[in-house]
């Protein structure tokens, strides 16, 4: 049953192997946002401790809606998609493969390099480990809702634009609570409750947005 | 085993075409004709539940395909106008994915021994971007040969390919139909076959006075 | 008569559907007018003047029927998203469709009046508050499915992806309105509470509930009017459509 989710999987991956810069590219541009934010509301430390859970996670929300357009779209165009939508298999399964290789690609990276950045805004080493937590149990369920976002609008003229509308009202509990749980940490309250709710609201988006997203897949591929 | 009944279908505010209903039975093929946007294209992914239907229903072995979607697409296999073909992967590499997605994956061996059947030794592995359009149509076509799916839609399977392929694939198509396979397919060439009968059906002649 | 009684989906027949909707529409138009004419007359003359908040508290006879509206059509919206995913029919999504620009016109009203109320009493056009942010969060929620229709020119495909969406929307809001209020309480921002504060007289309650279903005939009433201009527009070329005397003469 899980073969098909392996067989997208694999091939994502070798595909990504072979067009490595869409890897950097998105990557980068969370490097780029995160390195921005210092130099629009200026260098000192304290004001930039305070405000680096939100500014990671916002970022972390435009790297992953920015990468989004692309996930169904070279599918779409060269004819793959249909065959997906041909597999004898539950599709929602081959979604997951999707988003999976996905966020492998895209969001793997991003949450890795985050420790790094962390130094810039001179946060202590606990804070880091929770927002290196907190990215790695948010960031899937980013891909998860975003990928419903993709699907309805695939294919569409403007529609890149058009997904960040749709999305980003719905990554805000993630963003919520994210965010929350570093700075939590930060203040000495501890980020334990928070990291919770976000780890039931990826296994919420876990269920909804694979179904949601082959709905919108088939509807918007005929 | 496939049973149309009824059919109507729309592309926006257009209807495509309605009261469309035909079957076919195993050693049978369905040869679709009409004039560009008289909707085969349309029908063919209607067969394949990727379209909707306004109104009709289309049935595999007397139940509708929806109710059976996993059921019925492991005993079919469609090729559209674009051939799902990744630019980056190799002909091989392309071959084994799209059987490893249809639920019937080959080994490496048997990608290059089928290739090398449809003529392309040699350019197993260089990525698709560098083939040309009818190499990577044979690329796609070459699931044929390894497929075991009863039901074939093939949407102009012929376009794009040299005297060769043509007839490689219409031998193809024929020995399928033989052994009891079924097939769909629009195209504006003649299919000769030896045995098992072909139907025709023509989309858009109310309109237009075609017979 | 009782045939038309026992068969519910007789009405989800355009044809038959059309003229049944500018009935309704003219009636709840009619409601609407009398009620809101009513309504305002309290909230002006007859509600008393709050003993905190002075006269510029009278402006909730307005946001909160507005900000009960927009939760209302948003979750009426998923019902018809689902009616029709389920029952393939055509007139529930022309139903959503054509709620959809009154619901964000109630949300665009509720965070306006809350504006409005905001600076006298707090002091600031704008604040965090749990309600207003989530208020605005279904504000984008319906900009989007808006958007989205707009951008499918492909009226089969349009219906089905915004059903999907509000589906999919219904499900986030108590999600959203949970997380909004768990974050408004750790900052412990301000809390504009509205309704409480000052316990209630009973008239204002009264005209409250008055606004409310003012507002719901008048919801009733454009949304009608939308969704026959929709199925003029999706059946123009069917005979009945011909057939009407607005359209043949």
Redesign the interface.
């Known amino acids: 049953m899980f073969?098909?989710f392996f067989?997208?999987l694999?091939?994502d991956l070798?595909?990504a192997m072979?067009?490595r810069t869409d890897v950097f590219t998105t990557l980068f541009f969370f490097v780029i946002v995160v390195s921005l934010f210092p130099l629009g509301i200026g260098p000192e430390l304290n004001t930039l401790r305070l405000i680096a859970p939100g500014v990671f996670w916002v970022a972390a929300l435009l790297a992953s809606m920015l990468a989004l357009e692309k996930l169904f779209l070279v599918d779409y165009?060269?004819?793959?998609l249909?065959?997906?939508?041909?597999?004898?298999?539950?599709l929602s399964l081959?979604v997951l493969g999707k988003v999976a290789a996905h966020w492998l690609i895209t969001g793997l990276p991003l949450v890795l390099l985050s420790p790094l950045l962390g130094l810039q805004y001179d946060l202590p080493g606990e804070t880091i480990e929770v927002l290196l937590l907190t990215l790695l149990l948010g960031t899937p369920a980013l891909s998860l809702i975003g990928s419903?976002g993709a699907a309805?609008?695939l294919g569409?003229?403007?529609?890149g634009v058009?997904v960040s509308?749709?999305v980003?009202?719905?990554y805000?509990?993630v963003l919520?609570?994210g965010a929350?749980a570093v700075e939590?940490q930060a203040s000495g309250l501890g980020g334990g409750g928070h990291l919770f709710?976000l780890g039931a609201?990826g296994l919420?988006a876990l269920v909804?947005a694979p179904l949601?997203t082959s709905?919108?897949l088939r509807?918007?591929?005929? | 085993m496939l049973e149309v009944v009824n059919l109507q279908c729309t592309r926006g505010d257009r209807r495509l075409f309605s009261g469309v209903a035909f079957q076919l039975e195993p050693g049978e093929l369905l040869h679709l004709h009409g004039h560009n946007g008289s909707g085969k294209t349309t029908l063919m992914?209607a067969l394949?539940?990727?379209?909707?239907p306004t109104q009709g229903e289309i049935r595999w072995k007397g139940a509708p395909i929806r109710r059976q979607r996993?059921?019925y697409?492991?005993e079919?296999l469609?090729l559209?106008?674009?051939?799902?073909?990744?630019?980056?992967?190799t002909g091989v590499?392309n071959l084994r994915?799209?059987c490893?997605?249809?639920?019937t994956?080959i080994s490496e061996k048997e990608a290059w021994a089928v290739l090398e059947k449809l003529g392309l030794r040699g350019h197993e592995d260089l990525?698709s971007r560098v083939l040309s359009q009818g190499q990577q149509k044979r690329v796609a076509l070459a699931r044929l040969l390894v497929s075991r799916a009863p039901l074939w839609l093939l949407d102009e399977p012929f376009v794009g390919l040299d005297a060769a392929a043509v007839e490689l694939l219409q031998s193809v198509v024929r020995d399928h139909v033989e052994e009891g396979g079924l097939v769909v397919l629009t195209t504006h060439q003649e299919v000769a076959l030896t045995s098992g009968r072909v139907k025709r059906l023509r989309l858009g002649w109310k309109k237009d006075g075609h017979v | 008569m009782s045939s038309r009684i026992l068969n519910w989906f007789k009405f989800a027949s355009p044809a038959t559907f059309y003229p049944l909707a500018g009935t309704i529409g003219r009636a709840a138009a009619a409601v609407a007018v009398v009620l809101l004419a009513v309504g305002l007359y309290m909230s002006f003359f007859v509600a008393p003047t709050d003993y905190k908040q002075g006269e510029g508290y009278r402006i909730i006879f307005v946001h909160v029927p507005a900000a009960w509206m927009s939760m209302f059509i948003y979750v009426v919206m998923a019902f018809w998203a689902a009616t029709g995913?389920v029952f393939r029919t055509r007139l529930s999504f022309m139903m959503a469709r054509a709620l959809a620009p009154t619901g964000a016109l109630m949300t665009f009203i509720a965070l306006w009046t809350g504006a409005f109320w905001g600076k006298p009493m707090w002091g600031a056009w704008w604040v965090w508050d749990a309600r207003l942010t989530s208020e605005l969060?279904l504000f984008?929620?319906y900009?989007?499915y808006i958007?989205?229709q707009g951008?499918?020119p492909d009226v089969?495909?349009g219906d089905?992806?915004g059903a999907?969406?509000l589906?999919?929307?219904v499900?986030?809001i108590p999600?959203?309105y949970?997380?909004?209020k768990?974050?408004n309480t750790?900052h412990q921002g301000a809390s504009v509470s509205i309704t409480k504060g000052s316990s209630m007289a009973a008239v204002m309650l009264e005209t409250m509930l008055i606004m409310t279903f003012a507002f719901w005939a008048y919801a009733i009433a454009v949304a009608m009017a939308r969704v026959r201009l929709i199925i003029l527009e999706r059946e123009r070329d069917t005979r009945w459509v011909s057939e009407l005397p607005e359209v043949a003469g």
């Open positions: 073969d098909v067989a997208i694999r091939r070798l595909l072979r067009r165009q060269d004819g793959a249909e065959q997906m939508l041909l597999a004898p298999q539950p081959l419903i309805l609008t569409l003229r403007g529609g058009l509308l749709l980003l009202p719905l805000i509990p919520i609570f929350g939590a709710m609201m919420a909804v949601a709905a919108a509807v918007s591929a005929e | 992914r394949c539940g990727l379209v909707t996993e059921e697409h492991a079919l469609y559209g106008h674009k051939n799902g073909i990744k630019d980056d992967l590499e994915a799209a490893r997605l249809a639920g994956p990525p | 995913l969060i984008f929620l900009v989007g958007a989205l951008a499918i089969r495909r089905r992806a999907i969406l589906l999919v929307g499900v986030n999600i959203i949970f997380s909004v768990w974050w750790l």
